[in-house]
Nanobody, 124 residues
Framework: QVQLVESGGRLVQAGGSLRLSCAAS????????MGWFRQAPGKEREFVSV????????YFSDSVKGRFTISRDNAKNTVYLQMNSLKPEDTAVYYC?????????????????WGQGTQVTVSS
């Protein structure tokens, strides 16, 4: 069992930057690949990014590639999502999730644990 708590979401102007954090507690953090998803009002939850257990592999959705980076600090049990050049269409609740396996999945159904989410609002 692992508990996830996201933070860092807020209102920001278009073109600005934010760094989201996801702190994990419970079982050994390093055994999980960690993903970020987002859900805008009236839309389905969508994949944003994922990082492997060691941090050596990362993947991004096409919509954020080149603007977002993902990293993790296993000593601090924390995963980060650095978001640059934000756009109004990035407005959503952002969730982190943990996958207890060797893979780096990009679909929500592959994740075992979820945080409660943090709101990111980008104004134009």
């Amino acid at each position: 069992q692992v508990q996830l708590v996201e933070s860092g979401g807020r209102l920001v102007q278009a073109g600005g930057s934010l760094r989201l954090s996801c702190a994990a507690s419970g079982r050994t953090f390093s055994i999980y690949s960690m993903g970020w998803f987002r859900q805008a009002p009236g839309k389905e939850r969508e994949f944003v990014s994922v990082i492997s257990r060691s941090g050596g592999s990362t993947y991004f959705s096409d919509s954020v590639k080149g603007r977002f980076t993902i990293s993790r600090d296993n000593a601090k049990n924390t995963v980060y999502l650095q978001m640059n050049s934000l756009k109004p269409e990035d407005t959503a609740v952002y969730y982190c999730a943990a996958n207890a396996g060797l893979s780096v999945p990009t679909t929500a159904d592959r994740y075992n644990y979820w945080g409660q989410g943090t709101q990111v609002t980008v104004s134009s």
